[in-house]
């Protein structure tokens, strides 16, 4: 009888190292798959897309340096101009470093110091400077909550944050809103 506990003994230390083993083999697998979801499944260099309204007229133009695609069908651009918003003559032209595109959405976010250039129509150009601004088709509209600094012939302008439809016949700026006019410049 002494001889039965022997062998259980081995097979249960032997089912533990076993157990050991699995558990250290998957860990690194599960935390290189962490890594994996910010590693993009793949990219695209140097590229331009034209989204189209249901007419077929051109609504709007993204040109990137590079698109990467990542696990969770999120994409991250770098380099990118987005222009022709609501037309291929659209009074905005939105430049940034980075941009980022959210799984499961139509709209993009331009960050890291974005310049606007835009217009109303008969006036003259105006500059936009803010560290992100959202593009959204499904609303036709550009908006952001940071700061933003609009700048133009014998006019400036600060605030906490803005929106404005991608015709620019509608502009709203909010939150601690500071305007200069100086019609002598």
Do not use: C
Request: charged residues 25%.
């Amino acid at each position: 009888m002494p001889k039965r506990p022997a062998p259980l003994f081995a097979f249960a230390i032997a089912v533990a190292l076993l157990g050991l083993t699995w558990v250290s083999v998957k860990r690194p697998a599960a935390q290189s798959a962490a890594l994996d979801t910010d590693r993009p499944r793949y990219y695209l260099d140097d590229t331009e897309w034209v989204r189209y309204d249901a007419n077929g007229n051109p609504e709007q133009r993204v040109r990137t340096r590079r698109i990467e695609m990542l696990a969770d069908d999120s994409a991250r651009l770098t380099e990118l101009t987005v222009d022709q918003l609501g037309g291929e003559h659209g009074p905005w032209v939105l430049r940034a470093p980075a941009g980022y595109a959210p799984p499961d959405s139509r709209r993009l976010l331009l960050e890291n110091t974005v310049t606007i250039e835009g217009h109303w129509p008969g006036d003259p150009p105006l500059k936009l400077e803010t560290q992100q601004m959202w593009v959204d088709p499904e609303v036709h509209q550009i908006y952001t909550e940071t700061p933003v600094s609009i700048a133009g012939v014998a006019r400036s302008a600060d605030a906490n944050g803005m929106r404005a439809d991608w015709d620019a016949d509608r502009v709203q700026l909010q939150g601690n809103v500071k305007v200069r006019y100086d019609p002598s410049e």
